[in-house]
């Protein structure tokens, strides 16, 4: 698969994602995937659709059909990426969506954090959507260069995949 071009990204009203930062854009352009300014664990990455939506109701059936098959793109290349050697099965995900503020949504632009999840990460499963929910300011960002460094990883191991069947199928 030829290596996509990759755009800045507009996030919300106010962000802009660099495109140093996008590793994954769909087949039809309507979603893309980036890494995450205060990953709660490694590899912690959203998925949003490229046109503006703050709630779920908001996107176009064909924008949600696509950043779903976006995201269920991502997770499989991931868990192929980060399966134990001889694992049965994939590693585990957490995917989860807060639509609208009351939601803990703090960017007004719908987006899925996909993150990989590892035995013992946090004390409790559940202690996951607690941290999700915890105030942006309780963790600390990173800088440009180590989530343009994370996400040239990622994309590298994107840029040998062609798109999941369901996705190619979708863009027909």
Known sequence: MASRVFADLAFGPKIVIPAAHVFYVSPSGLSAAFVNLKPLVKHHVLVVPTAPGARLTDLAPEAMSDLALAAQHVISVFGTRLAEPGALEPPP???AVQDGA???QTVAHVHFHLLPRTPG???????VYTALDAPDSERMPRSFDDMAAEAAELRSWFEAVEPSPAA???TQ
């Open 168 to 170: 190619a199928a979708h």
């Open 121 to 127: 990460d946090f004390d409790r499963n559940d202690d």
């Open 102 to 104: 009351g939601a803990g």
């Open 93 to 95: 995900f957490t995917c």
